[in-house]
């Protein structure tokens, strides 16, 4: 498989380093505007894009490789705001694109478990749920899409909450999310219900990045010579029924 990676930060190397000892080619790494008047070239070489960037250039980095009908797997969380326009043209250009706010295998069992404890939960009102997520100084966005993924699939399982909030007191309708940045932490997730005689806890602790770039380069083996638009429940054939 030949691979261009989008995106040399800390996740595009890991990428690379897991990519090279599976025997894949890398063709292209674009890490700046000057990288793509050097390397642009090169994308239509690859078989698949892994974009790891930041989220002000994601949707701009999709859409220069689905101009070149290139497969995308991206990982870059904090621009689903636009993630319907993505969606567009995916489909009607009849590209590839493969979308996860975390590819670790087991966060994406922790994120089955959570909607299972949230439907579990959904009789009892007396529980206040919150969720905290801590990483490394350097990660961009805040919350991470993960946590907010979290937060989202309880907001759909239960009727006492809307939305979620960063604020430090949040509406009764709220789930709070406690954002945590220091040091070199791949990334902690924890979620909560607490009442006056309880507290239940949930947490997944990534020990590295290699877990992440692992399920990377698996979606990645697993999207060649498919059209459409997919995310790890497809790749780990997760049925919502279960």
């Given at each position: 498989m030949n691979i261009a990676i989008i995106g040399y930060g800390k996740m595009g190397k890991e990428v690379e380093i897991v990519a090279r000892e599976k025997k894949h080619q890398i063709v292209a790494i674009i890490d700046n505007p000057n990288d793509w008047e050097l390397q642009g070239k090169n994308l239509t070489n690859a078989d698949v894009a892994f974009e790891f960037s930041i989220p002000q250039n994601a949707v701009t980095n999709i859409l220069k490789c689905f101009e070149v009908n290139l497969p995308v797997v991206c990982g870059t969380?904090?621009?689903?705001?636009?993630?319907?326009?993505?969606?567009?043209?995916?489909i009607l250009e009849g590209q590839s694109f493969f979308y996860a706010p975390n590819f670790s295998i087991g966060v994406n069992i922790f994120f089955e478990i959570n909607k299972k404890l949230a439907r579990l939960m959904k009789p009892f009102s007396g529980y206040e749920i919150s969720i905290e997520e801590a990483h490394h100084s350097m990660k961009a966005d805040s919350p991470s899409g993960t946590a907010i993924r979290l937060a989202d699939d309880i907001v759909e399982e239960t009727e006492h909450k809307k939305t979620w909030s960063k604020a430090e007191n949040p509406d009764p309708e709220q789930i709070g999310i406690t954002s945590i940045r220091e040091g070199n932490i791949p990334g902690i997730h924890t979620v909560v219900y607490e009442s006056s005689f309880d507290k239940i806890e949930i947490t997944h602790s990534a020990k590295s990045r290699r877990g992440f770039a692992m399920g990377?380069?698996?979606a990645g083996e697993w999207l060649i010579g498919k059209k459409g638009i997919f995310s790890m429940k497809d790749l780990l054939e997760i049925n919502d029924k279960n």
């Open positions: 969380t904090g621009w689903l705001a636009q993630y319907e326009e993505v969606r567009q043209v995916c990377a380069i698996m």
